[in-house]
């Protein structure tokens, strides 16, 4: 069974530009969550999916990120304009509906805005 | 919100024992345990649900304490391939949502 991919690895922006990551879940897994780990610290919810709808968004700055999740597979998370303190690993992660309990990682992007 | 896990780091010997344990001020329903490389993923190692269970698999066990809202994960004769940060995720009942602690850095020499 593949695993949550997620690309780029690495991106390096300047900041003021835009950057959009992608996350593939594991085949079947109808939930989606995007986090974000900052160094040397655990990661942090910004949005979760049910299927094609955000149900928990509070945590997403929405001022600058955006994320979308178009017929209940892939997903793009996207920040415009970046600022010096999203550098970060943005973190992926699926579950099933019949076991919402275990949350699959992807490798994640680490992004460096400079 | 977050849990408070501890130690924040810890060096062992292959062979030795480690405890990490995460607390929360906050009624859990779940606690998750993962394990996370430099650069890697996050790897899924046990969830302990509400009761006061105890799990384990291989040389890794974990409890639940529901009164003291805290769990603890049993590392037993280390192994190099042991070496990570370890992070607790928390959940409340009826929600999915995880709140990770800060990690405990377990590094493993020969």
């Known amino acids: 069974e593949a695993g949550v991919v997620q690309s780029p690895r690495y991106k390096i922006i300047e900041k003021k530009q835009p950057v959009a990551f992608w996350c593939n879940p594991i085949?079947?897994?109808?939930?989606l969550y995007w986090y974000r780990q900052n160094l040397g610290q655990g990661p942090e919810l910004l949005i979760r999916?049910?299927?094609?709808?955000?149900?928990?968004d509070s945590q997403l700055p929405k001022d600058r990120f955006s994320a979308e999740r178009l017929k209940g597979v892939d997903s793009t998370l996207k920040i415009q304009p970046a600022e010096l303190g999203d550098s970060a690993v943005y973190l992926c992660a699926s579950s099933s509906y019949e076991k919402t309990d275990t949350q699959y990682f992807g490798p994640g992007t680490r992004l460096t805005v400079l | 919100q977050q849990p408070v896990q501890s130690p924040q780091a810890v060096i062992l010997r292959e062979g030795e024992d480690a405890v990490i344990n995460c607390s929360s001020s906050k009624a859990l329903y779940s606690v998750h345990w993962y394990r996370q490389k430099h650069g890697e993923a996050p790897v899924f190692l046990m969830i302990l649900l509400k009761g006061g269970e105890q799990k384990g698999h291989d040389k890794i066990s974990a409890s639940f304490n529901e009164k003291k809202q805290q769990s603890s994960l049993y590392l037993t004769a280390s192994q190099l391939s042991y070496s990570g940060t370890y992070f607790c995720g928390t959940g409340l009942q009826g929600a999915q949502k995880l709140v990770f602690g800060q990690g405990t850095r377990l590094t493993i020499n020969p």
């Open positions: 999916y049910e299927n094609e709808e955000a149900v928990d």
């Open positions: 085949s079947g897994h109808n939930t």
